[in-house]
């Protein structure tokens, strides 16, 4: 396995502009969790939760569909990063109280329950 994986970096630039770059990362200890697999339905339930709670990125995310081989777990660990950042942005103009880890508390009840349904216990 390549120690190495694209990562997709969004930076955001004062002025609202958004400036998007590509980078090469060492990311040994990613890949190791990586490794393990994560069967297309576990997948496909997370991501349909995530959606259902308003997660765009898990909208957009493609059903897994790999024959029974399954996907790294290091796909659905992105599918939670993703949906956390994206509730946290959406959420930070709530009151502090009607927040946990900062975003909504319906919107961290859906990331766990898709980390739940997929067995992803640190991501």
Request: glycine content about 10%; hydrophobic content about 30%.
């Amino acid at each position: 396995m390549n120690l190495f994986d694209d990562i997709k970096v969004d930076i955001k630039v004062v002025g609202g502009l958004k400036v998007v770059a590509r980078t090469r990362l060492n990311t040994k200890n990613y890949n190791e969790r990586s490794c393990k697999m994560l069967a297309d339905h576990k997948y496909n339930a997370a991501k349909k939760t995530l959606a259902k709670a308003g997660s765009k990125s898990a909208e957009k995310s493609h059903d897994k569909h790999t024959q029974g081989k399954g996907s790294p777990q290091g796909h659905g660990e992105d599918l939670l990063r993703g949906s956390r950042d994206e509730f946290r942005e959406s959420d930070k103009g709530l009151p502090e109280e009607q927040k946990k880890s900062g975003m909504s508390h319906d919107h961290h009840a859906a990331i766990h329950k898709a980390a739940g349904e997929m067995g992803i216990t640190e991501w």
